[in-house]
T-cell receptor, first 113, second 113 residues
Framework: DTAVSQTPKYLVTQMGNDKSIKCEQNLGHDTMYWYKQDSKKFLKIMFS???????INETVPNRFSPKSPDKAHLNLHINSLELGDSAVYFC????????????FGEGSWLTVV | AQSVTQLGSHVSVSEGALVLLRCNYS??????LFWYVQYPNQGLQLLLK??????LVKGINGFEAEFKKSETSFHLTKPSAHMSDAAEYFC???????????FGTGTRLQVFP
């Protein structure tokens, strides 16, 4: 069983479109994240949620809207896609405690054309 | 503020040679430190982590890292490289009193036959 699963794995879309990436974890963790990896492989946190509550929002444009229907799911909706949004988006989860391991999904490769 | 710096964006070794990937950290409090590996087109997988229990940390696939406070370093080593070790390696620090990780810029390891 995949611990952190996200769909779709690959997504190619045109500028201006709206798209969503879904994420689910079956680890029973309280905290879920979205990280962005750019073309230079740099990884940066976007959001974190704990038990459906937004904890971290790292000055991401408000075109990005995370939604957590329950603590096992954290979806990412992106409005009005721009070329610069092309990246790999990783969902992740961890037990809520400083120093705990963060478990990552396989990533969603988003290409905006 | 906490941060990590990975020295060398690319490291090349021959199969069977020693692998040394460098990471230095900056932290005003005892840090939690992690090494993750990313194989091509995959997510991040935890190799090992330091949480102050022991300065020499052993991880998966024969990797280990030593926490050296005097040098603010957490270098990753493996005595004998294997072709399957070719990947991107990320050092990360857990930000105190939060759930988030700050990643280094990554080091690509190439292994030649």
């Amino acid at each position: 069983d995949t611990a952190v699963s996200q769909t779709p794995k690959y997504l190619v879309t045109q500028m201006g479109n709206d798209k969503s990436i879904k994420c689910e974890q079956n680890l029973g963790h309280d905290t879920m994240y979205w990280y962005k990896q750019d073309s230079k492989k740099f990884l940066k946190i976007m959001f974190s949620y704990n038990n459906k509550e937004l904890i971290i929002n790292e000055t991401v444009p408000n075109r990005f809207s995370p939604k957590s229907p329950d603590k096992a799911h954290l979806n990412l909706h992106i409005n009005s896609l721009e070329l610069g949004d092309s990246a790999v988006y990783f969902c992740a989860s961890s037990p809520r405690k400083s120093g705990n391991t963060i478990y990552f999904g396989e990533g969603s490769w988003l290409t905006v054309v | 503020a906490q941060s990590v710096t990975q020295l060398g964006s690319h490291v090349s070794v021959s199969e069977g040679a020693l692998v040394l990937l460098r990471c230095n950290y900056s932290s005003s409090v005892p840090p939690y430190l992690f090494w993750y590996v990313q194989y091509p087109n995959q997510g991040l997988q935890l190799l090992l982590k330091y949480t102050s229990a022991a300065t020499l940390v052993k991880g998966i696939n024969g990797f280990e890292a030593e926490f050296k406070k005097s040098e603010t370093s957490f270098h990753l080593t493996k005595p004998s490289a294997h072709m399957s070790d070719a990947a991107e390696y990320f050092c990360a620090v857990g930000v105190a009193n939060t759930d988030k990780l700050i990643f280094g810029t990554g080091t690509r390891l190439q292994v030649f036959p």
